[in-house]
């Protein structure tokens, strides 16, 4: 009996779990598993054993479950204690992947997650443990090394900019419409904030101003910008990521509150308040409006990108190809084989070059006033942003399909 399991750890995506069916799918194409397991919540859940049997699932499940948004199997933000000082986890998730015939664990996510995929392959090479340890990767934020992009960006981008459009017609009725700020996800890189430059209208980006965490931000410079905006037009759209700093490095979000996530990470929000205080304190203009997007960036299957679906779906697919080479502590990553027109390939790279690594929005393709996008970066991300997927509705609404302990999706 050779089984494998999957699981998702970190923040959801919209396309997240079409790299589950894929593992699945590919699987059921291979019979390269006996049966592929779903650990509930991650590792955390792993070593809990919240496992179910994801290869009983039909093929209206499978289908219902890729395109449902956020992590179907459950999620967990857990960081796994350094085996050299305890090694006690460790030991408990072998003897609990022996103990279901597991010979290969894949592993969906960020930044962390490939540290986790990285820790556990050193520890079973250490102790001859016959096990694999495979990265796919996800995240909004684009900032993963060893990866052109990364599944879930593509669509978070398309929301984004969409919103964007949305937003500048909704904000552009008046004689006068003052400032609208738009609050973006991007704690340490700005990919997604610069995805609001693909919002155009006859040729012309709808947002002004996007600034990126990648510049140090000035408040003299942004009250310029904003000031001498609303002298030659009616309204200003500004786009900003909710990681922005100082030069100082301090970040600019009001709602710096001190708490951290277990991997250490500040939690974030409140940006584009400040910054509408900001310009009401400065007597630029008292007619501010904001929008912080929050969550639905991340869970917005109603307009996700089909490529991205098709590419998140083609990493866990691949992710079960690459196992059969007898692989481990690896993340597959997504190469651009061309851009016009678009084509794309997958590869291997070392998991210990991904974890606790971040990639950043190029500077190069930041204006040089450091308060837009250019065009290089617009043409990076737009093929990624194309297509839309055939969801299945009830009642009107999406129908979206819940994974339960029992293993049933409904």
């Known amino acids: 009996m050779k089984n494998c ?42 070593l809990n054993e919240n496992i179910i049997n994801l290869s009983k699932l039909q093929e209206e499940e499978l289908n219902g479950l890729k395109y ?36 290969t664990f894949f592993y969906i996510g960020g930044n962390d997650s490939m540290d986790t995929v990285d820790k556990l392959s050193e520890y079973a090479e ?31 981008a398309k929301y984004v ?28 890189a700005g990919w997604l904030a610069a995805s609001a430059a693909l919002g155009r209208i006859k040729g012309k980006s709808a947002a002004d101003f996007i600034y990126l965490p990648e510049v140090p931000f000035s408040t003299e410079k942004f009250l310029e910008d904003v000031g001498n905006r609303l002298k030659v037009k009616n309204s200003v759209f500004v786009a900003v990521s909710e990681g922005i700093r100082d030069a100082n490095g301090r970040f ?6 001190g708490s951290h996530d277990k991997f250490g990470h500040v939690q974030l929000g409140g940006v584009c308040g400040n910054l509408k205080q900001l ?13 912080e997007l929050g969550i639905t960036q991340r869970a917005a299957m ?38 016009k027109p678009y084509k794309m390939g997958t590869s291997l790279v070392k998991a210990c070059e991904v974890a606790n690594h971040i ?20 043409e990076y991300i737009t093929p990624l942003i194309m297509g839309a997927p055939d969801i299945e509705t009830e009642n009107g609404l999406p129908k979206y399909y819940i994974v339960n302990r029992d293993g049933i999706v409904k």
Not at 10 to 37: C, F, K, L, M, Q
């Open 161 to 188: 900019a969409t919103t964007v459009l949305e937003c500048y017609c909704d904000t552009n009725v008046y004689s006068f419409n003052g400032v609208f700020i738009m609050e973006i996800m991007g704690r340490e």
């Open 302 to 339: 109603h307009n996700a990108s089909k490529q991205d679906i098709d590419e998140a779906y083609r990493v866990g697919s691949d992710a079960v190809s690459y196992s059969t080479e007898g692989c481990s502590g690896v993340m597959v990553g997504i190469t651009r084989e061309s851009n």
């Open 279 to 291: 310009l009401i304190d400065n007597k630029i203009t008292s007619k501010v409006k904001t929008l």
């Open 5 to 46: 399991i999957v699981a998702q750890s970190g923040g959801p995506t919209a396309v997240i779990n079409a790299s589950v069916v894929g593992v699945v799918e590919e699987n059921n194409r291979s019979s390269h598993y006996d049966n592929v397991y779903g650990g509930l919540n991650g590792i955390e859940g792993i």
């Open 359 to 378: 990639k950043s929005f190029p500077r190069e393709w930041i204006t040089p006033e450091g308060n837009n996008i250019t065009m290089e970066g617009v």
């Open 252 to 257: 600019i979000a009001q709602m710096e509150t």
């Open 126 to 156: 250490i102790h001859s443990i016959d096990i694999q340890f495979i990265g796919i990767p996800k995240t909004i934020d684009n900032d993963l090394v060893g990866t052109d992009h990364t599944p879930g960006f593509g669509s978070a």
């Open 68 to 103: 449902t948004p956020s992590s179907g199997l459950g999620s967990c933000r857990y960081k796994l204690k350094d085996y050299k000082i305890d090694d006690s986890e460790y030991k408990k998730l072998i003897e609990i992947l022996k103990k279901h015939s597991i010979k």
